[in-house]
């Protein structure tokens, strides 16, 4: 079976590559290119990354095909990145660059070439499973066994045609165990730090960056409580719900807590018709606590939808625990959820995954107007 590995440098696809060879697989690599603007090393390390990737295939012993999806980067997932930021939302693009890019472009590209399979270096796993409902044999994506790792959140948008040509040879290792393997065979990434920051485009100043491709409109910062006027923000799109830092007006009218300690400002909501920032002061302000939301553009990696009024878990960030909860409702392309308990600073444009043990069954995106 031909199996063709999506290679980005890092210590985790070269392992995956390196796993599936020993396994008897045909495998092969692509590093995938797909950000052109300012790529000078400074944050965008693909020039290093092509090098790092080279050097591991050459250790394993596979070939190595360079590919750019930069125009298809910038039209479907860049350009609805800005789009979401200027509407005031906090959207998250490495989930749209796993179906649109990775899963997607890269996919398509591999079949073209004659794979049997794609491969990447996510921590997830997959099983095919008889579905109780109809019998019908359905793949499933499965949490990783590293539950530090877990990247099923950032997948959740994939479906049954993806998962069914994937593989994911990570998923029941340990971190540890991977970069161990990664020395054994004397793979030259083996220490290599783990990326961050935008997918692709690396770890940047992030305020900055966006400015530079939209508009700054500076506006009124207030008291969610009170209406005052505190301070001014550069622009609604660069702050997020229950952003802390950066808001510059820490020392104003600071209420102290029972410790005697200034309580600080979190930003609670945004009013885009007036372009007013609100805050509240302290950490569990009742603004910054809900207990239930509505999503949109769902996504459910079956093909049907979920039970209603059925215990599950979420996950409103990608950082958040799994807290219970059940789908309230289902109607009209959305989906109301209701928390066990109260959940803090719920993002719009932040995605919302369910899960139901360790099977992801999948979500869809906060909306503005519906998190109470």
Same mark, same amino acid.
């Given at each position: 079976?031909?199996?063709?590995?999506?290679?980005?440098?890092?210590?985790?696809?070269?392992?995956?590559?390196?796993?599936?060879?020993?396994?008897?697989?045909?495998?092969?690599?692509i590093?995938?290119?797909?950000?052109?603007?300012?790529?000078?090393?400074?944050?965008?390390?693909?020039?290093?990354?092509?090098?790092?990737?080279?050097?591991?295939?050459?250790v394993?012993?596979?070939?190595?095909?360079?590919?750019?999806?930069?125009?298809?980067?910038? +039209? #479907?997932? *860049?350009?609805? /990145? =800005?789009?979401? !930021?200027?509407?005031? %939302?906090?959207?998250?693009?490495?989930? &749209?660059?796993?179906?649109?890019?990775?899963?997607?472009?890269?996919?398509?590209?591999?079949?073209?070439?004659?794979?049997?399979?794609?491969?990447t270096?996510?921590?997830?796993?997959?099983?095919?499973?008889?579905?109780?409902?109809?019998?019908?044999?359905?793949?499933?994506?499965?949490?990783?066994?590293?539950?530090?790792?877990?990247?099923?959140?950032?997948?959740?948008?994939?479906?049954?045609?993806?998962?069914?040509?994937?593989?994911?040879?990570?998923?029941?290792?340990?971190?540890?165990?991977v970069?161990?393997?990664?020395?054994?065979?004397?793979?030259?990434?083996?220490?290599?730090?783990?990326?961050?920051?935008?997918?692709?485009?690396? +770890? #940047?100043? *992030?305020?900055? /960056? =966006?400015?530079? !491709?939209?508009?700054? %409109?500076?506006?009124?910062?207030?008291? &969610?409580?009170?209406?005052?006027?505190?301070?001014?923000?550069?622009?609604?799109?660069?702050?997020?719900?229950?952003?802390r830092?950066?808001?510059?007006?820490?020392?104003?009218?600071?209420?102290?807590?029972?410790?005697?300690?200034?309580?600080?400002?979190?930003?609670?909501?945004?009013?885009?018709?007036?372009?007013?920032?609100y805050?509240?002061?302290?950490?569990?302000?009742?603004?910054?606590?809900?207990?239930?939301?509505?999503?949109?553009?769902?996504?459910?990696?079956?093909?049907t939808?979920?039970?209603?009024?059925?215990?599950?878990?979420?996950?409103?960030?990608?950082?958040?625990?799994?807290?219970?909860?059940?789908?309230?409702?289902? +109607?009209?392309?959305?989906?109301?959820?209701?928390?066990?308990?109260?959940?803090?600073?719920?993002?719009?444009?932040?995605?919302?995954?369910?899960?139901?043990?360790?099977?992801?069954l999948?979500?869809?995106?906060?909306?503005?107007?519906?998190?109470?």
């Amino acid at each position: 079976m031909k199996v063709v590995v999506g290679i980005s440098g890092g210590v985790d696809s070269a392992v995956a590559a390196l796993l599936l060879k020993q396994q008897g697989y045909a495998v092969s690599g692509i590093f995938m290119k797909n950000w052109e603007d300012d790529d000078d090393g400074e944050y965008c390390s693909s020039r290093q990354d092509l090098i790092d990737a080279a050097s591991a295939c050459d250790v394993i012993g596979i070939d190595l095909e360079v590919v750019n999806f930069s125009r298809e980067y910038k +039209e #479907r997932v *860049f350009a609805d /990145f =800005l789009r979401e !930021y200027e509407a005031g %939302r906090t959207p998250n693009p490495d989930i &749209l660059c796993n179906s649109e890019i990775k899963f997607r472009c890269f996919l398509d590209h591999a079949m073209n070439m004659g794979a049997n399979r794609i491969a990447t270096g996510h921590y997830a796993q997959t099983r095919e499973w008889e579905s109780n409902k109809d019998g019908r044999r359905v793949f499933q994506l499965l949490k990783a066994e590293d539950g530090t790792k877990d990247q099923s959140y950032f997948l959740y948008r994939l479906t049954q045609a993806q998962l069914s040509k994937t593989l994911f040879p990570l998923g029941a290792l340990l971190k540890r165990e991977v970069r161990r393997i990664a020395a054994q065979a004397g793979l030259p990434v083996a220490e290599k730090k783990d990326s961050t920051g935008i997918c692709f485009i690396g +770890e #940047r100043p *992030f305020r900055e /960056f =966006l400015l530079r !491709y939209l508009p700054t %409109r500076p506006g009124e910062i207030r008291s &969610l409580d009170d209406n005052r006027v505190l301070g001014e923000h550069q622009g609604l799109m660069v702050h997020t719900i229950g952003q802390r830092k950066g808001l510059k007006i820490g020392g104003i009218c600071a209420r102290q807590n029972a410790a005697g300690e200034h309580e600080a400002w979190y930003v609670a909501a945004k009013d885009r018709a007036n372009n007013v920032l609100y805050v509240v002061q302290g950490h569990n302000h009742p603004a910054l606590l809900k207990n239930r939301l509505r999503a949109f553009d769902l996504n459910w990696i079956a093909g049907t939808a979920p039970r209603t009024h059925w215990v599950y878990a979420a996950k409103p960030r990608y950082r958040a625990p799994d807290m219970p909860c059940e789908i309230d409702s289902l +109607e009209n392309g959305t989906a109301e959820i209701i928390f066990g308990s109260p959940q803090w600073a719920l993002a719009p444009g932040q995605s919302v995954v369910l899960y139901e043990s360790r099977v992801c069954l999948g979500g869809g995106i906060i909306a503005a107007d519906a998190v109470g």
